[in-house]
């Protein structure tokens, strides 16, 4: 049965209840997961603004997604604490806080001290609204209930790189942290009205506190050594001790909850092998979508010399095609398999990545935006059937730690997805700078034409002959950059690409698997 209160509001507003309180929820996640992408686009304009590199500029995305993660397990904690209710708009308010600290943040400390505290908010809302919207429904009809959760969790990544082009082109890139506010002003008062839970205190439960910190220390030293690995040297003493703290931390926290009778990431969840395997696909899930939604915007522009609003915008005709679709992609999800839909989302997430792997520098932008719009299929088809297969797997008790292990597994795996892509990068385009430096020989008729044209049209320029040669020389180094630059963001692609494949192995087993206990139908 659901609960009292869902159980007055259904009297008071009729089975309409179920979409006002979708409504309400998924406005305010998509405030928050906006937020998450939003900044891509201006990556190369905080590069510029603070004179760092990338491997600095990307925590700016990295933190938010990494606090995302560790605040996805006080989701249950904070509405069994305050209700859902007033869990729902603090969550809001403490978001708020946080653009306000981004908006006027002096240094990149203190942006990326804006951005975890905003990163807080979107994950802690995402585990709440999910259950919340699977409880309201109907088991017949969650498969299109949770492909409308999906939409929004998908469209908001998609829109946030346009709404910071347009904002970055037309005002600055600081501004870009205002867009979400509006949506986020909208949800608390929907919250308000619809959320259930009465707006009282009482005696907080107990939470895992221990477990939550070292959870913490362990994201932040594992992820700092990944993302500082270029940096500091992968075999230096400093990248050592981050890591062997962060392993200690994740291991100690891992003990902990086997042994804890209440404990933060309820481990035996994954004995249903239905559920392990819808986590698995999640969490590849979390690092092709997070991936992909940071890599493009920075392509683009970097390669492809795009305007920020114009590559916001190459993700356009994606995002159409996920909100007319998602009706569609809700049917199919109760009307077929679930491992079959994943393996054909996958298949086309894949396929997409793969075809951006062959863009370059004259790639036009319909051709970018189609290979985008074949990646984003596949990704509408693969979050409603994970999330409606994995929670048909549990008992309804388990539900609340179900959607949170899930929620988890996925942003973490988005969390990794940014630091380990940039790393990848980072390294391939030294790489092939190295390879193509060493092919610019004398004997090399490539580029001894390109060195006399280039001389020529000095010389015609006026230039004098003494710096004919240095000037040659300094213009080919910068095409040897260039290129190898191009080079490192296409094998990026194929990197997302080779996750999506090898994500159809627990995909497969997806189908293969059935769940131990019996399914979870509640619902009016």
Not at 55 to 70: G, K, L, P, S
Not at 90 to 101: K, M, Q, R, Y
Not at 165 to 187: E, H, M, N, T, Y
Not at 369 to 398: D, H, K, Y
């Amino acid at each position: 049965m659901i609960s009292g209160d869902v159980d007055a509001l259904f009297e008071r507003y009729g089975p309409s209840y179920r979409w006002f309180v979708t409504l309400a929820g998924v406005t305010g996640a998509v405030a928050m997961i906006l937020s998450a992408t939003i900044v891509n686009v201006a990556v190369p304009s905080v590069m510029g603004a603070y004179g760092i590199g990338q491997d600095r500029a990307q925590w700016i995305a990295t933190a938010f997604i990494a606090t995302m993660v560790a605040s996805q397990l006080l989701s249950a904690w904070l509405a069994n604490s305050l209700g859902e209710k007033l869990a729902f708009l603090v969550i809001n308010v403490i978001f708020l806080v946080g653009t306000a600290i981004t908006i006027t943040a002096a240094n990149l400390e203190i942006l990326i001290l804006g951005r975890v505290i905003q990163g807080f908010s979107a994950g802690a809302i995402q585990p709440m609204v999910m259950a919340l919207i699977f409880r309201v429904f109907p088991a017949q009809r969650r498969g299109l209930a949770m492909g409308v959760y999906g939409m929004g969790i998908q469209i908001a990544p998609m829109l946030g790189p346009m709404f910071g082009g347009i904002v970055i082109d037309a005002v600055s890139w600081r501004q870009i942290f205002l867009v979400p506010v509006p949506l986020c002003l909208i949800s608390m008062t929907l919250g308000f009205i619809f959320m259930p839970g009465k707006l009282k205190f009482g005696k907080l439960p107990h939470f895992d506190w221990s477990g939550f910190i070292l959870l913490c220390t362990a994201l932040l030293f594992l992820l700092s050594a990944g993302a500082n690995g270029q940096r500091y040297g992968w075999f230096s003493d400093t990248l050592l001790l981050m890591l062997i703290t962060g392993l200690s931390a994740a291991t100690w926290f891992v003990i902990l909850q086997l042994r804890s009778s209440t404990p933060l990431l309820d481990f035996s969840l994954f004995r249903n092998a239905q559920f392990a395997s819808a986590v698995l696909v999640s969490f590849v899930f979390g690092i092709g979508n997070f991936a992909s939604n940071y890599i493009i915007p920075i392509f683009v522009q970097e390669v492809q010399g795009f305007s920020a609003s114009l590559a916001g915008f190459l993700l356009v005709p994606a995002g159409i095609l996920v909100i007319s679709g998602t009706p569609l992609f809700g049917r199919l999800v109760d009307r077929f398999p679930a491992h079959i839909m994943v393996m054909v989302g996958v298949s086309l997430f894949a396929l997409g990545n793969y075809l951006m792997s062959g863009a370059d520098v004259n790639t036009s932008f319909w051709t970018l935006s189609l290979f985008i719009v074949v990646a984003r299929s596949g990704m509408a088809l693969i979050m409603p059937s994970v999330n409606a297969a994995a929670l048909r797997a549990l008992t309804p008790e388990q539900l609340n730690q179900g959607s949170g292990t899930m929620n988890f597994c996925r942003q973490f795996g988005g969390s990794c997805g940014i630091a380990s892509l940039v790393v990848f990068m980072e390294q391939r385009t030294q790489f092939h700078g190295e390879a193509l430096t060493a092919t610019q020989t004398a004997a090399n008729p490539a580029s001894r034409e390109l060195l006399d044209q280039v001389a020529g049209i000095m010389n015609e320029a006026g230039v004098p002959a003494a710096l004919h040669e240095p000037g040659a020389l300094h213009y080919l180094g910068q095409v040897i950059e260039a290129q190898a630059a191009t080079l490192g963001y296409q094998d990026g692609f194929v990197m997302i690409t080779v996750m999506f494949v090898l994500t159809l192995i627990p995909a497969w087993i997806l189908g293969r698997a059935k769940p131990k206990g019996p399914p979870s139908d509640k619902g009016g």
